[in-house]
């Protein structure tokens, strides 16, 4: 079972419905395409099938805005966990395009990334096999708040009310 | 000075807590050294030569005494009973067994302190001209605006990782002590025609294997819209910046590689943020919140209530003594408030590394801020401490305490008043010592008659081409650098900071071959010597270099050189 906490969706690699597609695949849904693969099919591809695509980390997101309302799922990608390029992408999907489905982080995805992840955009992590739910929970627990506003609190603490107590 | 708020104590706690967890993670082998390594590094832990070293963050260079006296603690309790200042006003300990290591940060959040982001490839700790607020020519203070940036940037969810570290300094005066030139992002604090505060922004300086002045990319941002910029500015990096080689990571290869291209990308980023974007315009900063943070940097009301009292100009009465003059010609600066002068604690002196302090020093230190200095210091980028709130009648009075702790070298500015790296007796990274360079230099040239008559010149030591200790900047710079496992130094002039006195910021010229280590303070000599016969009355060393040119300095140093390196020099 995949499990949440509270916003984030922890990917049990067995039971994932996504799939990336064969080149010869009949659409079908859960199907994860590559960016080259959507646009060779995006124009038969049915709208009532949910589908995904997986974006390397030096795509430019905003050049995908009129693909985005299609896309059930997009997976974003730490070839190593140290490369941030994604959390920008993710940004970027949420707070300027308005992205709503679900981004996940796949890769070398660790546990000490979640709160990272989480607060960039993303709502759904695929981590390395050798990687423990568990902590990865704990590790979006330390902190009660933060300075800079986030997708997740989009505020920065000097614009919330509670900063005017001392 | 800044003082915390209970969210401010709960972040910190919160940070040593989580780190708790990932060190016992690490040492019990859930977590392996490669995925330790750069969650230790945000929060200041390298592992060095010895030992791990813990860079502690003194934001924008501001301490109180109650913080000195725990960094002496923990030097004792954890370390070896001592602490080296650094360029960027840090602090670092050099022997804390890194099974200690989460108690030394819990010890440390005792004081409202910590070590987030020293290190990594992340937003690091926000410096500023050590004179912030006080000095006489200061246009804005730039404190309340250091402290927003620090909370900003304390731990930004997207650029934790960007291809390679980040330091930002600002400044608010006509003079720049900040280096502004050669950081990541330079900020000056200025006033356009209406009087409204703003930035001019300077990207892409930055010393290491390629030394570059940062790059005006902006000549006004109203100082509301700073984070916003900024924030641009670091997107527009974590994506485009090089990932594919250590040595051009860093913004100002991207600066320099796009142009006028990266400013266009910028520009339209910041313009993306605020009319695009969800929440975009939430962080510019409302004139409550400036008001807020600018509160906690108002003058203590004691100076104010002294500030009434006639400056006493001449200070020194008729008949004081020799050294009481010369320590107030160089280590005792103007200040804003009438009546009140700021004064420099050396941290320059025999028998110890420059910017280190012992655990006792550190106390004596904080004591002398209690008694003179209204509780507060300041660490310079000079690697010394200074006192902001001194009055001029307890001059005499700290003079002699400050002589007494060992403090009063008269040397600020002058020679041996130098910035050095801790270097190879301590670093990993460094190729060659910096330390034993420092101390042959500062005994060859041990005659404050001599140093007096040299008189402002910037002499820097990097032990490697990090370039922690500045060299490129440095009038004469020293490098280490290894040939065949051993030592050797090549040796620059003519380099700035950006200073009035040390012109636009450039980096220095090298002069020849590297020299051995026995040569260096022989070489220097021979720079110094020719200084002296060329100068013109009134000249400064750096003068003479810009307009004699470096070739006469090459060769009286190379005339210097022994055995093979005045072969390789000939060659």
């Given amino acids: ?166 | 000075m800044y003082s915390y708020s209970a969210f401010d104590r709960q972040f910190v706690r919160a940070r040593a807590a989580q780190f708790r967890d990932q060190l016992q993670r690490h040492l019990s082998g859930q977590l392996s050294e490669d995925e330790f390594r750069p969650l230790r590094l945000q929060n200041g832990w390298y592992v060095q030569r010895h030992a791990p070293m813990l860079r502690v963050a003194v934001p924008y260079g501001e301490l109180s005494s109650r913080q000195l006296r725990q960094l002496a603690w923990i030097a004792r309790r954890f370390d070896r009973g001592y602490g080296h200042f650094t360029t960027r006003q840090n602090l670092q300990f050099n022997w804390i067994p890194l099974h200690q290591a989460a108690d030394a940060l819990d010890a440390l959040a005792e004081v409202d302190m910590h070590g987030i982001q020293t290190s990594g490839n992340c937003v690091r700790n926000i410096t500023t001209d050590a004179l912030a607020g006080i000095a006489d020519d200061e246009v804005v203070d730039p404190r309340p605006y250091c402290e927003i940036l620090r909370q900003w940037s304390a731990l930004h969810p997207e650029f934790a990782f960007l291809p390679r570290k980040f330091k930002i300094a600002l400044t608010g005066a006509a003079e720049d002590r900040a280096a502004i030139g050669w950081h990541d992002i330079g900020l000056q604090l200025v006033k356009n025609h209406a009087g409204e505060v703003g930035f001019r922004v300077f990207v892409g300086g930055g010393m290491g294997r390629t030394p570059i002045v940062g790059t005006l990319v902006s000549s006004f941002v109203p100082w509301a819209q700073i984070l916003v910029f900024i924030e641009a500015i670091l997107r527009v990096y974590n994506r485009y910046g090089r990932r594919d080689n250590l040595y051009k990571a860093r913004i100002k290869i991207l600066v320099k590689a796009e142009g006028e291209r990266f400013v266009a990308a910028v520009q339209r980023e910041f313009h993306a943020i605020l009319e695009r974007d969800a929440a975009g315009a939430e962080h510019l900063i409302p004139p409550s919140e400036l008001e807020r943070v600018a509160r906690h940097f108002e003058p203590p009301a004691v100076v104010l209530a002294h500030a009434t009292q006639a400056d006493d100009g001449s200070m020194a009465e008729a008949g004081a003594p020799q050294a009481f003059r010369r320590w107030l010609e160089r280590n005792v600066h103007p200040h804003r408030v009438r009546g009140h002068r700021a004064v420099t604690l050396s941290l320059k002196r025999a028998g110890q590394a420059p910017g280190d302090a012992t655990a006792d020093q550190m106390d004596a230190a904080a004591e002398l801020a209690d008694r003179f200095s209204q509780r507060e210091l300041r660490v310079t980028h000079d690697q010394n401490l200074l006192l902001p709130w001194v009055r001029t009648s307890d001059l005499r009075a700290l003079w002699e305490a400050a002589r007494e702790a060992g403090f009063a070298t008269p040397t600020i500015g002058l020679l041996t008043d130098l910035i050095a790296c801790p270097g190879g007796d301590f670093c990993g990274l460094a190729n060659a010592r910096s330390i034993p360079i420092a101390a042959a230099i500062r005994e060859r040239f041990d005659d404050f008659d001599r140093l007096y008559d040299i008189g402002d010149i910037d002499l820097h030591i990097s032990g490697c081409i990090n370039s922690c200790g500045h060299h490129h900047s440095g009038h004469i710079g020293i490098l280490g650098v290894d040939k065949d496992g051993a030592e050797w130094y090549q040796v620059t002039i003519g380099g700035s900071d950006g200073s009035t006195l040390s012109g636009a910021a450039t980096p220095g010229k090298v002069i020849g071959p590297s020299f051995a280590a026995d040569e260096v303070p022989d070489a220097v000599e021979a720079l110094i010597d020719t200084y002296e016969l060329h100068r013109i009355a009134g000249e400064r060393f750096i003068d003479t270099v810009r307009r004699v040119g470096v070739a006469a300095f090459r060769a009286a140093a190379d005339a210097r050189r022994r055995a093979t390196a005045q072969t390789e020099a000939a060659a």
């Avoid at chain 1, 949910?50 to 030096?58: D, F, M, R, T």
């Avoid at chain 1, 739910?133 to 800079?148: C, E, I, M, P, T």
């Fill in chain 1, 1 to 166: 079972m995949s499990t949440r906490t509270p916003e984030m969706l922890f990917v049990d690699a067995a039971q994932d419905p996504w799939r990336p597609l064969g080149d010869d695949a009949v659409p079908s849904a859960h199907a994860l395409l590559t960016l080259a693969q959507w646009s060779t099919r995006r124009d038969s591809w049915p709208t009532s099938v949910p589908v995904g695509v997986i974006l390397g980390n030096a795509v430019d997101v905003e050049t995908l805005a009129d693909e985005l309302p299609r896309w059930s799922m997009v997976a974003l990608q730490f070839p190593k966990w140290t490369d941030g390029r994604a959390y920008s992408q993710a940004r970027l999907l949420r707070a300027r395009l308005r992205y709503t489905g679900q981004i996940r982080a796949t890769g070398e995805v660790l546990v000490d990334m979640q709160p990272l992840l989480q607060r960039s955009g993303f709502d759904a992590a695929l981590m390395r096999a050798d990687q423990s739910v568990d902590v990865a929970r704990r590790a979006l627990r330390f902190f009660a708040g933060h300075y800079q506003g986030d997708l997740l609190q989009p505020l920065p603490r000097f614009a919330r009310a509670e900063a005017c107590t001392p």
